[in-house]
């Protein structure tokens, strides 16, 4: 009897040696393959109270670890609030100078004639689209650079005035790049108050959907997407919604389903087999936070 049982506690030793150096392979293969780190960045909160919710469930719930706010929206002071409940969550400004939705509009925080339309709202693009209906773009006007500079310091410091855990700076619209100096601008005023700029980190992009329509197809690419990942830093951009009242009201066309499409991003931000697949990847999620500023 005690022979069985000093043989079978040699097996067992022996089976929990093999795991543990099976084990300890896996780990120093990946730290021979580099580390992958991934950010993903809810954009666009204050645009819509349900975004402003949106935002804040996919931190609390699912894998979003950075939100941009645009601060000359209508909801800036509800995603203030829902922030400052909410520290650990990393804040950038998503910095605005175009209003395209058509029953949203948005003005700047300051007086800057080159940059609006005759009713005194932003543009509704940067640079127009030759391939849909015609819309008022920034770049067919005589802007003025003095001006953009006063409104992008205007959100910058009206977000550094409410939210302490402000760490970097990014895009709404790709504005930063309607200019070389425009991008030079925001470079330096990166520099001044002490943030990163989203152009500067040198993040890969994760890619999207690819031709996906529903919200399963969309989860299946993502999860596609986060196995195919290679050492790295990488970012995933989107925007969390709900589908609802507000958001049916935004285009003249209902067709445009806004609320649809983002309440997929929702969805998948907070769904267990993307997390199940971002762990089973060894894949950290970050924030820029976590990154070292670039200046």
Not at 13 to 28: K, N, P
Not at 29 to 35: A, C, K, L, N, T
Not at 66 to 81: G, L, Q, T
Not at 281 to 293: F, H, L, M, N, S
């Amino acid at each position: 009897m005690i022979a069985q049982t000093r043989k079978f506690l040699q097996i067992i030793a022996i089976v929990l040696i093999a795991v543990i150096c099976q084990s300890s392979i896996e780990e120093t293969g990946r730290s021979q393959m580099g580390s992958i780190k991934l950010i993903f960045r809810a954009d666009d909160m204050a645009s819509f109270h349900s975004a402003n919710i949106a935002c804040i469930k996919t931190f609390r719930e699912g894998i979003a670890r950075s939100v941009e706010i645009m601060v000359p929206c209508a909801w800036f002071p509800d995603a203030v609030k829902m922030l400052n409940e909410n520290p650990g969550f990393d804040v950038g400004v998503h910095l605005v100078l175009t209003s395209e939705w058509d029953n949203v509009k948005w003005r700047p925080l300051t007086h800057a004639p080159s940059l609006v339309d005759k009713d005194g709202y932003f543009y509704q693009s940067i640079w127009g689209d030759a391939n849909k209906k015609p819309i008022n773009c920034l770049l067919g006007t005589d802007w003025k650079i003095e001006e953009v500079e006063q409104e992008l310091r205007a959100q910058i410091e009206l977000a550094r005035k409410h939210l302490p855990q402000l760490t970097h700076l990014t895009a709404h619209m790709g504005c930063t790049n309607m200019s070389k100096e425009v991008k030079a601008l925001v470079q330096r005023l990166a520099k001044e108050y002490k943030l990163g700029f989203e152009d500067d980190y040198g993040l890969k992009e994760m890619p999207g959907y690819g031709k996906a329509v529903s919200t399963s197809d969309k989860m299946e690419a993502v999860i596609r997407n986060i196995n195919e990942l290679t050492p790295g830093t990488w970012v995933s951009i989107d925007h969390p919604g709900l589908e609802g009242a507000e958001m049916q009201t935004v285009n003249y066309n209902p067709a445009d389903n806004l609320g649809k499409e983002r309440q997929a991003v929702t969805d998948i931000w907070t769904n267990e087999k993307v997390k199940k697949a971002l762990q089973e990847k060894g894949v950290e999620i970050i924030g820029y936070k976590d990154i070292k500023t670039p200046y």
